[in-house]
């Protein structure tokens, strides 16, 4: 009976075991970000993608927290989707038409 109740045990242990998916946790810089509107229009946004599981913006900071699925997505898309957006991630530059889409206390600061 004790070596059924164990195997039964480990069986169960390695089922549980095989069903974790691989979750990847990473910071992307978006320094454009600067406002409460802006944080909002980016988490709505990416979160849309399949396998983001979190995205937190700090405006103050200009980056963002990101949790995702790696079987699912990859870095590559979350910063193509915020460039869609209309923001900069990291080294991709956002999308001319989706940057000229944005409220004017969103898009950067020109120097004179």
Known sequence: MRILMLSLLLLFSLIGEAQ?????????KIPQALCIQCKNR?????RRLN???????NYRKGEARLKF??????IE???TMIANTGYDADDILA???AYNRLPVT???KIKK
Do not use: A, H, I, W
């Not at 980016?42 to 990416?46: A, H, I, R």
């Not at 699925?69 to 990859?74: A, I, P």
């Open 20 to 28: 974790l998916m691989p979750v990847v946790s990473t910071t992307v």
């Open 42 to 46: 980016l988490e709505y946004q990416v």
């Open 51 to 57: 396998g983001v599981q979190e995205f937190v913006v």
């Open 69 to 74: 699925l790696t079987d699912r997505t990859d």
């Open 77 to 79: 898309q979350v910063k």
């Open 95 to 97: 999308n001319p038409d």
């Open 106 to 108: 969103c898009k950067k």
